[in-house]
């Protein structure tokens, strides 16, 4: 068994403010990295400016990264850090923002390095990372992956570097701004790695506590998130469960929803969450280990498997898959050993494709 968790987590209400020091016990000058508009809205870019402000701290804002976040874009942001003599790096607001400022931290730090390090197998330096997230289901506050879009690829891929954000700052009153949309799907992007990591081949015992918690964590919200009637203690619930998830996954990784997701995500569009949500049910339904399936539902609260199948259909709304695409991708999944290997079971394609009608 392993256990390495290097992330100082603090999670309360008006955490930024009440960790400062913390904060600024990163560096002196930092590259606030964040989305085009939420963190504005939402009131946690203006938090953390305060907080640098108390301290003495310098900044300068990068605030294009996009929604599943370009090598391009990460190229960009480095450069601006870089030219403004940057010395550490604040990731402001969902998945996107927090895995992009991971892999700016990586190219500040290396700045006579082009974009291909970033997915060499060697080990770099990079900036002290502080994340502090707007929604609750990526757990990149606590993980050490980074996973950008590749265009040339037509797909996206994690970073071969792993690096854990140093400081996660959470305060659930962010969460209270998102869209329906991004509430679901982050939701099922948590309900994905919770379930993913309790069911691949490098779960142990330490990391399974943290799965098993966060679905039991999970079903408490799960009628609430359904019936569009979140409250503000099932959003401190879901925060909690996204931890758990993020740091489940930082010890076992993801299994095949994940790794079926990203060029499902590349060639319609849909959301993380929600391609990963695509193949979730069929994963679950077609484990092979009976008891270890029931944990999963017993912890959420289904009574079977096609409840569970059900609720995420109710949940979600599927892509259309253009032809060809899961024919591709499937095939992408079965000729990779590294992602095989983290499935206990046989697995063909056949057996894959009865995902597809769950
Ligand atoms: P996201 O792509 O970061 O953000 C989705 C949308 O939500 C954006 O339009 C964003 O607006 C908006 N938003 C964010 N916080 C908000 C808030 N509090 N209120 C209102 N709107 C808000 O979504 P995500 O699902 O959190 O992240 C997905 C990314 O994370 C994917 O690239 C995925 O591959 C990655 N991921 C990483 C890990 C990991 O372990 N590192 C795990 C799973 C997924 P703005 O653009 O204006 O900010
Ligand atoms: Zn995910």
């Known amino acids: 068994m392993k256990f390495y968790m290097p992330t100082k987590i603090f999670s309360e209400s008006d955490c930024v403010k009440k960790h400062s020091k913390e904060l600024a016990s990163l560096g002196q000058r930092a590259l606030i990295v964040t989305g085009r508009h939420s963190s504005r809205l939402n009131g946690?870019?203006?938090?953390?400016?305060?907080?640098?402000?108390?301290?003495?701290?310098?900044?300068?804002i990068f605030d294009e990264?996009?929604?599943?976040?370009?090598?391009?874009?990460?190229?960009?942001?480095?450069?601006?850090?870089?030219?403004?003599?940057?010395?550490?790096?604040i990731g402001i607001g969902g998945g996107s923002p927090m895995d992009a400022s991971k892999a700016i931290a990586m190219m500040i730090a290396n700045p006579d390095r082009d974009e291909s390090v970033l997915y060499e197998n060697i080990e770099l330096d990079h900036l002290p990372v502080a994340a502090v997230p707007t929604t609750a289901g990526t757990g990149s506050e606590v993980t050490p992956w980074s996973i950008l879009t590749i265009h040339s690829q037509r797909t996206k891929k994690s970073i071969s570097h792993k690096i854990f954000p140093e400081l996660a700052l959470m305060d659930s009153k962010y969460l209270m701004a998102m869209s329906r949309n991004t509430l679901?799907?982050?939701?099922?992007?948590?309900?994905?790695?919770?379930?993913?990591?309790?069911?691949?081949?490098?779960?142990?015992?330490?990391?399974?506590?943290?799965?098993?918690?966060?679905?039991?964590?999970?079903?408490?919200?799960?009628?609430?998130?359904?019936?569009?009637?979140?409250?503000?203690g099932d959003y401190d619930t879901m925060f909690e469960a996204c931890t758990m998830g993020g740091i489940a996954i930082a010890h076992t990784g993801t299994g095949?929803?994940?790794?079926?997701?990203?060029?499902?995500?590349?060639e319609t569009g849909a959301s993380h969450g929600v391609a990963c949500g695509y193949t979730l049910g069929g994963f679950v339904k077609y484990y092979v280990d009976q008891n270890l399936k029931k944990d999963v539902l017993?912890?959420?609260?289904?009574?079977?498997?096609?409840?569970?199948?059900?609720?995420?259909?109710?949940?979600?709304?599927?892509?259309?898959?253009?032809?060809?695409?899961?024919?591709?991708?499937?095939?992408?999944?079965?000729?990779?050993?590294?992602?095989?290997?983290?499935?206990?079971?046989?697995?063909?394609?056949?057996?894959?494709?009865?995902?597809?009608?769950?």
């Open 44 to 60: 946690s870019l203006s938090d953390v400016t305060d907080a640098l402000e108390a301290e003495n701290r310098t900044w300068v």
């Open 65 to 89: 990264i996009e929604e599943n976040p370009s090598i391009e874009t990460v190229m960009k942001a480095a450069a601006a850090g870089l030219k403004e003599k940057t010395d550490f790096v």
């Open 184 to 232: 679901v799907s982050t939701a099922v992007d948590t309900l994905a790695h919770l379930t993913e990591s309790y069911l691949v081949k490098s779960a142990d015992k330490y990391s399974r506590i943290f799965s098993i918690e966060g679905l039991r964590l999970w079903g408490q919200f799960k009628k609430n998130l359904l019936e569009d009637k979140m409250t503000a």
């Open 256 to 266: 095949f929803p994940h790794a079926l997701s990203y060029m499902m995500t590349y």
């Open 298 to 358: 017993d912890a959420l609260g289904f009574e079977t498997v096609q409840d569970f199948c059900r609720y995420l259909e109710q949940l979600i709304h599927k892509p259309e898959l253009p032809d060809g695409l899961w024919t591709k991708d499937v095939a992408s999944i079965i000729q990779n050993p590294k992602r095989m290997a983290s499935y206990p079971f046989e697995m063909n394609e056949e057996i894959m494709s009865k995902y597809l009608a769950e």
